[in-house]
């Protein structure tokens, strides 16, 4: 069901940017044409207000664009285009896909097992587990339990003396009571199936160079990339990739940002009395929390389009009706474009937490948890990547922003770093945190498109080891990209 058109949209305000980038499908001659860009994104009928997401959806196109469920559209069948025009080392990128077809039938096993054992932030035993033995056998120098992280771990290949290094990450965390709603059964196996396929490229072509797969734990709010980025776990790494499902456009992906996120939870400390006979006698740390939860939500309509906080009440502590509560506590999350906008955003939030303790007489206390940057995308490992899907596969690279966040975003800061987007089959409402975006990420068609995303990534790695022209760009954009 399409969404009513929002009366008053200034599409302008909303969407960052809707120049597509690379030439895609310029020379694909598959079968399955992908649609033009015009058709994807320009419609008389439909605002372009892709801003307008749910907090935690990746998606960069307006839903009545995103590519419906299987079954209701046969999904495309990825025959590459015979043309390798301005393709680097296509020889190289032929060795890239020999060896993901051949992986191909392991590589979604990994997936639907990752996908049938869902298990929450810093408890990933199972996938831990599962990877770690995978890329061992495959040749890989696994570290477990990597860094001080139970469920952390790393897995490396060198191949001669020197060269570059290659990083990479596969997610692996669920959410509670949805299972892999965000997809990362597939962001797993991608980022092994990258590793792989660069490690047989490196041994086929004698290209000096290092790979490193890092495991990261708990992307939904955890922040396992910033503990790994603290504590040195990209210190080596010359840049690095990984990728994300979404809703969008059949054959699509972004390589625009997402927002920067910054966890606060609070806690309203009162005093218990009995709720009948002397109720004046407490101070009701829940009339805290609930006037914090109105101040809020009075202040969101004065905030940005693309700015978010949203929030939730509780745990409590031995609340009883007949009982003033003597502590509340809720958890919140602000979202803005940009890591400066969020500290601005932070303090009109805080405000509304501190006027409530002091309407109430509660004592409060404030604890900030780690804070997600906004991703800034490398624009050269942006365009390779987008020309290598786009000419080899016939996919549409734009660079529309997504109001979701990642902790990748820190990583991005620190070296240059790419994380596509891209399009998986949905149903109407079915975006990243709905049960049904986790059927979706069990799908076939969601395991193809991740596929194709995975030479394109591979690919583009490769070519940041062994061509340094290339590099040179890329560390050229990531300076520009970070302000330096
Ligand atoms: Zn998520
Ligand atoms: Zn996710």
């Not at 009366?7 to 992908?34: I, M, Q, W, Y």
């Not at 389009?305 to 003033?324: E, L, S, Y």
């Not at 390779?384 to 800061?413: L, P």
Request: proline share 7%.
């Amino acid at each position: 069901m399409s969404p009513p058109r929002l009366p008053g949209c200034f599409s302008a305000l909303f969407h960052r940017s809707s120049k597509p980038s690379g030439k895609a499908n310029k020379d694909a001659t598959n079968k399955s044409p992908a649609p033009k860009y015009e058709d994807v994104y320009k419609s008389d009928l439909t605002p372009p207000c892709r801003q307008m997401n749910l907090c935690c959806d990746f998606s960069y196109a307006p839903p009545e664009k995103w590519w419906p469920s299987e079954g209701e559209e046969k999904p495309p069948a990825y025959s590459p285009s015979d043309s390798l025009k301005d393709i680097y080392r296509p020889d190289v990128l032929r060795t890239i896909e020999r060896k993901l077809d051949e992986l191909n039938p392991e590589l979604r096993d990994l997936s639907l097992q990752i996908h049938g054992h869902p298990e929450l932030g810093f408890e990933e035993k199972f996938a831990h587990d599962l990877l770690t033995d995978f890329m061992f056998s495959h040749g890989f120098t696994v570290t477990r339990h990597y860094l001080g992280l139970d469920t952390a771990w790393r897995a490396e290949f060198q191949r001669s003396e020197g060269g570059r290094v290659l990083g990479i990450n596969s997610e692996m965390d669920a959410l509670p009571g949805m299972g892999h709603a965000c997809g990362h059964n597939l962001i797993a196996m991608s980022g092994v199936g990258v590793a792989i396929a660069v490690k047989a490229a490196l041994e086929a072509h004698d290209i000096p160079g290092k790979v490193i797969l890092l495991g990261t734990p708990a992307e939904e709010g955890g922040g396992g990339k910033i503990i790994l980025l603290d504590r040195g776990g990209y210190d080596e790494m010359d840049a690095c990739v990984m990728c994300h499902p979404s809703p969008g456009p059949q054959q699509s992906a972004s390589t625009g940002s997402t927002n920067a996120m910054q966890p606060i939870n609070v806690e309203y400390f009162g005093l218990a009395a009995h709720a009948g006979a002397s109720p004046w006698e407490g101070t009701n740390a829940l009339d805290a929390a609930f006037l914090a939860y109105s101040g809020i939500s009075v202040l969101r309509q004065q905030i940005k389009p693309d700015h978010r906080v949203h929030g939730i009440i509780g745990p409590g502590k031995d609340w009883a009706v007949n009982v003033i509560p003597d502590y509340a506590s809720m958890q919140w999350i602000i979202r803005t474009a940009t890591y400066p906008e969020l500290k601005v955003f932070q303090e009109r939030v805080v405000a509304c937490l501190q006027a409530a303790a002091m309407a109430t007489g509660c004592e409060y206390k404030i604890t900030y948890g780690l804070p997600y940057y906004d991703l800034h995308q490398n624009p050269a490992m942006g365009e390779e990547f987008s020309k290598i899907v786009g000419h080899r596969y016939g996919f549409i690279t734009s660079t529309d922003g997504s109001t979701a966040s990642t902790d990748f975003g820190n990583v991005t800061y620190r070296l240059p770093s790419l994380h596509p987007m891209f399009a998986i089959p949905t149903s109407p409402g079915g975006g990243n945190h709905t049960p049904a975006f986790a059927q979706s990420a069990s799908t076939k068609a969601a395991h193809d498109a991740a596929i194709v995303i995975t030479k394109g990534l591979a690919h583009t790695g490769l070519r940041l080891l062994s061509d340094d022209a290339f590099f040179a760009q890329v560390q050229c954009a990531h300076q520009m990209v970070n302000g330096k």
